[in-house]
């Protein structure tokens, strides 16, 4: 064998070798957007986590989370919960709570197991992309709420509506908020849906929105 | 001419007048002419009557009609008129014992030995109930799918009015599928046994819709519910968000302020019945006054209507047939819990109304709920249990199949067999929450030794339905055809239920089987428990029949005691009663809104509970006749209390009410249900109503008018009577004869209006005062107005005067033998399936004179008519 041919069977051993040690190499864990993990590896032991939470409209429906999260037979700890930005603080082990899931798919599980214990009244989303200095609130006054569930409606109103991200809605108040991406929506556009939907949203509102247009 | 040319055609005349007449005696042909011919000649012919030309052919219906006729009118003195000079004493009775034999010996000769009530077959009630009976399924609803009979005498018994054509036997054909698919039992053990509390507020439903919208309120310990709080100054919004925050399932109770109408049907519709059978329910009631956002005690019990619906089509909406279960008391503040036990047939399920509530709607008023004052009926829950099976097989299923075993079928052992026909059970609505309990495999009943099974099932179940012996060569046919079926590769299931839908289609089956002359035991045996039952005769009464006993001394008495005193006897009452007093139709008419606002549905089936706890009183305290016209009680509910302007009854049940003296109520005369059906709905007339009195409780049915004579047109403006507008028509002679005698009665009951309410003035939608309230709901608007005054006094045919309705009832009832022979006479009718004819007459009599000899109450006349030679007769 000739030193040019001995040096092209080495040279392609340790291309073998390296392209060997690529495919055995483990991956390192792919992160959701969403997710704010903490500094070490999310998917492994008890830890919190930060997630959207759809249907928490109002102050009394942080109670309710808290019910309906007693009432999944995973072992889920609910921390904190924040109507105002629709946020929730959740403590579990993901390996054991959503054993098998890709990471991308932790917030999908986590939602479906949340509506089948809350008459898909509360689910999670992943957070905003956009940053919250980024986001635009939007305040509406309605009139006429008569209940929470009726708050609701309005609530499901506005967060259909492509482009908001965060929704609250009381009927103690009457008040109806929002922070949107503007890039996609409007203050006019939720009035709109609204008003499709004959919500009674108060003169001013509708009058301030008029003068802008 | 001369005075001989006058004398011999004064001569030819008497001649002329006397060979009209020549098959009758001269006692006859002198009485015409001393006491008739005066009026009733070719000249003058008073009442359209020529007697001069009538002749005497009795073999001729017609001619036999126009004779009874004359002979009934002078035996009820009516003839000659009492102006006019009296014949001589004796000649009346002379002719009249003449008349009456000629006339029974030509009927006689007429009929001669044919069976007087002809081959009849069953009506829809009669095979509605013997299925019921037969196949212990009190529920299953067939009637509703046969073609309607029809009427003959006023009965649908008659032989006349039971016609039969290939459309009925293709409904006899499916109706005996329809019982054979319930009868069957088609799995081992019975389906579960399913308990379920539901509310009326389920989601998607009417109620939670009303809600919304203010009609009603949900409260919780009385109060209004913090979690729903009551529609203010907007409706709720978004039902599909309020259903999923579970609003509506949260266990509170819901408090309606809103009547059914035609776009709101409460139904408790998340259980639909998927297996036909019994099935409890349990509900709380309670009512209260809603003033604003506060619950108070109300102003009294409410009543809260339940019903059976039957969902068709995909079950949506509103509208569907229903049946009333009852209606029942929600008193303030204070829960009642009602339970019932009932019969349902697949897809249906339980409506509910606030019946008697007036009809309100907050939905377009301006505050909704929280600027509404009134009242409201709450239900706290509803409970459904069943279906519930006291034993299994059920007696359906042991009546066609005895003990043999329900087995699942296998096609590999049985593989040229063909095996039986199943259909899924499911719930088939979509709100319906309770599932099906299905089972594995096909299961059937299965037989060794099939065709000794089925003659010996056959033994037992044919001589059952064709209420008599069956003898061995028919029996033999029927197995002969399961033989058949067998060899041609249908199981023994499907066999049999061939034959057995063979035999619900035979004439054994669907024809009253009587043969002519004297009844046989058995036919007796039917004819009674049909007269009293409505349907086949049990075990006892065939057992009696079968040794011979039940015509042996005090059986038959003991039996109509055991038959009357059986629950069962409440189909004769209502079925009689439907058709005697027309009850049938009571809602044949709808009142006018705007005269009679405050009618409801509520009121109208008040009204024939009424009437038929009235006769059922009359039967169970074996009253006289006399309280037909004139009572001193009342079967009464709080509505019908109201109406009537009597006061202290409180509830939705109908009980006896003791009447103060001098109150026209109580009788069938005045009740609101009689008065209802002899009105149109908008104005009422003494002519149909006077007729009704004559023909339905006097036993005097009036001629029909001349065809040439128009219908008066009642002035609904107010501006003249109904009265006044007859007085034009009763003046001419040729009317007055008949009105004479129909009017009074109908004057007299001019003292009601078309619902049954007693009034001194007319209403009128045109000139008049305005109206008191009085008993009418505050939530119901009047826009009529009171017109000219009611004059309800008149005069007997006789000459006896009254005043008022009061003296009119006193006058009728103190004729308690013709009351009591018309009764008779109807229950004859009813029972015989004939009307009675001119020979029945002496033996009528004899009836009603033992019947008075023992008191003269009803109860005693159903004996006497049982133990006669009319009834046990064909």
Redesign the interface.
Known sequence: MTNEKHNLIKARRAALIALLALCLTPCAPTRAADDKPAADDPAVGVKEHRHLVKGLFSKEREADLREAIGRMPDEIELVTADYQTNEAVFRYDQSKVFKGAKPQQVIEWFNQRLQQVS???FGIKPLPELPADKLTRVEIHI????????S???Y??MERVDGVEVATASFHDGLATALIDPSKTDRAKLIEALKK????VKDDDAKADADKK | MTRLGYTAMLALVLIARVSAHAAAPDIVNNYFEDNCFDCHDSKFRKGNLDLTALKFEPGNLDNFARWVKVFDRIDAGEMPPKDEPRPVPGETKALQAWLGDALRTAEHARLGDEARTGLRRLTRAEYENTIRDLFDMPGIALAGELPADGSAHGFDTNADALDISHVNLAKYIEAADHTLDYAIATRPQPPAVMKMRTALSYPAGFVAHVLMNGDGVLLRDKKPDPNFLPAAEHKHFDQGAHEQMGVFRSGATVGLFRHEDESFFPYFNEFVSIYPGQYRIRTSLWSFQWDKGQVLPSRGTEAARLSIVTLTGDGRGGGHPSTVLGYYDAPSMHEQVHEVTTWLNVRETFGFNTASLAPVANYSRKGHAMAFTGPAIACDWFDVEGPIHDVWPPVSHTRLFGDLPITEFSRDANPDVRPPQRDERRQPFFPGKNPPDPVKGVWTVHSDKPLVDADRLLADFLPRAFRRSVSDDVRKQYVAKVDERLKAGDCFETAMRWVYRAALCSPDFLYHVEPAGRLDDYALASRLSYFLWNSMPDDTLIALAKSGDIRKPGVLDAQVERLLKDPRSQRFVDNFLGQWLKLREIAATDPDRKLYPEFSTYLQNSMVAESRAYFRELIDKDLDASHLVRSDFAMLNQKLATHYGIPGVVGSQIRRVELPAGCPRGPFLTQAAILKVTANGTTTSPVPRGAFVMQRLLGQPPDPPPANVPAVEPDVRGAKTIREQLDKHRSDPTCASCHAKIDPPGFALESFDVIGGQRDRYRSIGEGDNPQRGSIDPFIGIGFKLGPHVDSSGALPDGRKFSDITTFQDLVASDTHRLLRNLASQLLIYSTGREVAFGDREKLAAIVDQTQKAGGGVRTLVHQIVLSDLFQTR
Do not use: F, M, Q
Request: proline share 0%.
């Open positions: 008459d898909r009244t009139a006429g709420l008569d209940c929470k569930a009726c609701y409606g309005v499901l109103t939907r004959e919500v009674d």
